[in-house]
């Protein structure tokens, strides 16, 4: 059992055992509590029990915490991967079939006009990619319209280009049919 002795104005201290607790009064009197070493430990180990506990505790408690903040940001950074991917996969997409398909078309009926065909015409069958954004990547899909529509306004050129060519062909082939026909009834006269 704890066994207490009260000590006025001398503050003498008489320690029995392995602990010395020292508590004020209201009154402003000193009191200490004197243990007895099987007191002592047994408090030490409540105390220490007790003290584990919160540690546990608050331990438990930042584990959680921290889980919570890997799986929100996981969570928040596959969105932002996605968000900013699917447009630029779109773009990716539009600009693999302008290389593979378009520009390779454009390229071979030129090499055909080049050589003397005027029937040849070009049409881009790539769409614009639409912008879903005003980031960064919504301004590299605008860039990416804009360069697209003057190939398209390239195909128009080359097409208007070859039609003109055969009207202008049409037309000195006409011219030439006349002067044979001229010279030929000069010919025929002379």
Same mark, same amino acid.
């Given at each position: 059992?704890?066994?207490?002795?009260?000590?006025?104005?001398?503050?003498?201290?008489?320690?029995?055992?392995?602990?010395?607790?020292?508590?004020?009064?209201?009154?402003?009197? &000193?009191?200490?509590?004197?243990?007895?070493?099987?007191?002592?430990?047994?408090?030490?180990?409540?105390?220490?029990?007790?003290?584990?506990?919160? &540690?546990?505790?608050?331990?438990?408690?930042?584990?959680?915490?921290?889980?919570?903040?890997?799986? &929100?940001?996981?969570?928040?950074?596959?969105?932002?991967?996605?968000?900013?991917?699917?447009?630029?996969?779109?773009?990716?997409?539009?600009?693999?079939?302008?290389?593979?398909?378009?520009?390779?078309?454009?390229?071979?009926?030129?090499?055909?006009?080049?050589?003397?065909?005027?029937?040849?015409?070009?049409?881009?069958?790539?769409?614009?990619?639409?912008?879903?954004?005003?980031?960064?990547?919504?301004?590299?899909?605008?860039?990416?319209?804009?360069?697209?529509?003057?190939?398209?306004?390239?195909?128009?050129?080359?097409?208007?280009?070859?039609?003109?060519?055969?009207?202008?062909?049409?037309?000195?082939?006409?011219?030439?049919?006349?002067?044979?026909?001229?010279?030929?009834?000069?010919?025929?006269?002379?």
């Amino acid at each position: 059992m704890f066994h207490c002795r009260r000590l006025t104005q001398s503050l003498q201290y008489r320690l029995v055992g392995a602990f010395l607790l020292v508590a004020l009064l209201p009154m402003a009197a &000193v009191s200490v509590l004197v243990l007895t070493q099987a007191e002592a430990a047994l408090h030490q180990t409540l105390y220490n029990a007790e003290a584990f506990a919160a &540690v546990e505790s608050l331990r438990r408690l930042v584990l959680l915490v921290m889980i919570a903040t890997v799986l &929100v940001t996981t969570l928040v950074a596959a969105w932002l991967a996605r968000r900013i991917a699917r447009p630029l996969q779109s773009v990716a997409t539009a600009a693999d079939r302008i290389a593979r398909s378009d520009l390779a078309n454009l390229v071979a009926e030129m090499g055909a006009v080049a050589g003397g065909d005027l029937t040849r015409q070009v049409n881009f069958t790539t769409a614009e990619v639409p912008v879903q954004s005003d980031d960064e990547v919504g301004q590299v899909t605008r860039a990416f319209n804009v360069i697209l529509a003057n190939l398209l306004t390239v195909s128009e050129v080359f097409n208007r280009m070859t039609a003109s060519l055969r009207q202008l062909v049409t037309e000195v082939s006409a011219s030439a049919t006349e002067v044979i026909s001229a010279s030929g009834q000069f010919a025929a006269a002379a």
